[in-house]
């Protein structure tokens, strides 16, 4: 069964971040916060040393850092990301990621189609 989005599309809501995060020992954890035709936003949690192998993806993705560090690993080179960092990855860029200490970060997806419709 599909997780639910803790938003539905058609509501209006605040949340706090640190607040709906979760962290599980020696693990990830994904939340997905919003599912809509032309975007998803997921919430992860990641406890220190945890890693997510190289893959890719066929989505924009945006990757907003909230709390830790971690080294974000994009066509090879490294990025160490802090909080409030910012990190944009075009679809199909081979990824990893390394969590340096406890790390959260902010995860939006959006298919190539929606992005090259919203061009000005």
Not at 85 to 107: C, E, G, N, V, Y
Request: with cysteine; hydrophobic share 45%.
């Amino acid at each position: 069964m599909a997780e639910q989005p803790l938003i539905q599309a058609s509501e209006v809501r605040c949340i706090a971040l640190p607040e709906e995060t979760r962290f599980e020992p020696n693990g990830i954890v994904s939340r997905t916060l919003l599912r809509t035709p032309g975007a998803r936003a997921v919430l992860f949690g990641f406890a220190e040393g945890q890693e997510l192998t190289e893959h890719s993806a066929p989505y924009h993705a945006l990757v907003q850092a909230l709390e830790g560090q971690c080294e974000f690993t994009v066509n090879g080179q490294v990025h160490v990301l802090k909080p409030g960092d910012w990190l944009s990855m075009p679809p199909q860029a081979p990824h990893a990621l390394k969590a340096i200490t406890r790390f959260s970060m902010l995860l939006i997806l959006i298919p190539p189609a929606v992005a090259v419709l919203g061009r000005a």
